[in-house]
């Protein structure tokens, strides 16, 4: 089974930066799409981007222009640069692979302050 382990969240102040990486033992890593979510308190996780197995990046709406995510096929990793934190930010973000899903990690907070 495909161990999924975050890291790189804390706490920052609004316009602060963070990068998050994830880490995933799936020897297929090069041929899945890679995702990044988060999940506000009490709602269900939404996509905030996604790298498919080519490079190319998609991102919803709010985070576009501030975040970047990008893979390393070698290191079997996915990092999500954050730049300019907004407060509305704050969650705990998960990443995950499509089509090969795998089991969710514990994810990864990030608080941002005004």
């Known amino acids: 089974q495909v161990q999924l382990v975050e890291s790189g969240g804390g706490l920052v102040q609004a316009g602060g930066s963070l990068r998050l990486s994830c880490a995933a033992s799936?020897?297929?890593?090069?041929?899945?799409?890679l995702e990044w979510y988060r999940q506000f308190p009490g709602k269900e996780r939404e996509l905030v981007a996604a790298?498919?197995?080519?490079?190319?990046?998609s991102y919803t709406d709010s985070v576009k222009g501030r975040f970047t995510i990008s893979r390393d096929n070698a290191k079997k990793t996915v990092d999500l640069q954050m730049n300019s934190l907004k407060p509305e930010d704050t969650a705990v973000y998960y990443c995950?692979?499509?089509?090969?899903?795998?089991?969710w990690g514990q994810g990864t907070q990030v608080t941002v302050s005004s």
């Open positions: 995950n692979g499509r089509p090969r899903r795998y089991s």
């Open positions: 790298i498919s197995s080519s490079g190319d990046a």
């Open positions: 799936d020897r297929n890593f090069r041929l899945n799409t």
